[in-house]
């Protein structure tokens, strides 16, 4: 069976996958699109030689991605959504009954596209009457929104290089928060704890910058290299612990159980940031 | 640069890492040992092309196998340790000041001996005078102890196949057992909560046939596929969550609010054991 050998960024272990049929490879104007289907994940959607979602575990991601500031925040209306093409992040917010407007911003269209071809479980929110669809680039979106009436902005980028970066820097961070209500909230997935604890710091470091309630948790993903991936969330007020609103909603690993034991433990988030602890 | 394809038993991620250096390379009576020099991790230890560990990050796996039941019994002093040849689990066990005794039994002495060459600041515990070497079968070497003196057991074993098996059985943890004092307490490796699921459930539900108190918890180890790995362990008596010592020993990664953390939480350790939630 052929392999497809990942190419992921500052990552010391190469990660390679069984490769049973190439669905989809063509270029689009931001990166290169593959669908390869794996005998144990399932369909893979692949970027740029980086593994973004497989099937069989996506879930992992988008409901860590989502729920945690979804039910921190007590009542989230208006949401942002920027990047997360493939449209599973959308779906994960259009479980909260609440949620009235989704703006969905996405870079490259053709992400989407094919994640509507190939992933209808996942993408299958994207449509939604509640959804409006913005082509074009996150922190560009964010800088024109002149209104604070969004409650949750989610960031679900890709690895943060090349045009992804733009997502990640204290200008950003401060236009997002001044879109934001006084109980909004925001979260990045913000790479492994593993391999990327530099990236890490600095992304807490400059959240803090702008925000004054900053906070870090992990989720274990297994296609992602590293799988101990870091979440960073921050808001004008409310801590991200705490759950302001009792879980309705159907999930597979999500719940008040994982969501509290997910945030790293004070002594550790202690060491990290004053780096006294690196491995 | 050369490159070192692992060959994980169960594993649908192919792990590769780049290889500086080939240090050694042997066939023992049971396995083959390879050293290897990595950019990232350092020294890298492989047993039959799997990986066991790395200079870099063997404390995480070496910390949580040890401390977690040894901070959860209120005395251990007599404790076996099965398998663990590299000497990171004796060396993790000897921190411990009320330890009086460590039968340490490893069936293969040639890992024993390119530890020591390899891994000095892994092996250095193996020559203390507590410290007693048993090379042979660890089940063997249960069977034939006939009293019930032992505090703790901690099995570090390679993966669940070959002639690791005979300590997956439950006629391995009946005897285990029956050398335990009314508060000894047991842990083993329990393979990855991502790709080996079936096997965490049948050695939760083989412990659960000889133990009273069987609980389960997990870290992550980026070297390991799958990397979200579990840990199980077992008393006839006290609950492993419980820290019944303050930890006064020096650690990079385990603390007491790691050990309250690692444990899989109620809710999704019902829906594993269920089988109503599988991934």
Known sequence: MIKFFEKAPYAPVEYSYDVEEILYKEKSKFQEIIVIKNPHFGKMLILDDVVQLTERDEFFYHEMLTHVIMHAHPHPKKVIVIGGGDGGTVREVLKH??????????????????SKKFFPT??????DPRVEIKIMDGAEFILKKKSADIDAVIVDSTDIIGFARSLYTTDFFTTLRDCLTDEGMFVTHSESFHFHMDMVIEIQETLKKVFPVVDLYTAPIATYPGNWWSFSCASKKYGCREIRRIPEIETKFYDSEIHLQSFVPE??????????LKW
């Open 97 to 114: 009954k609440n949620v009235e407007k989704i703006y969905f911003v996405e870079i490259d269209e053709e992400v989407i596209n094919v």
């Open 122 to 127: 996942v993408s299958y929110g994207i449509d």
């Open 267 to 276: 002594r550790l988030y202690e060491k990290l940031l004053n780096k006294t």
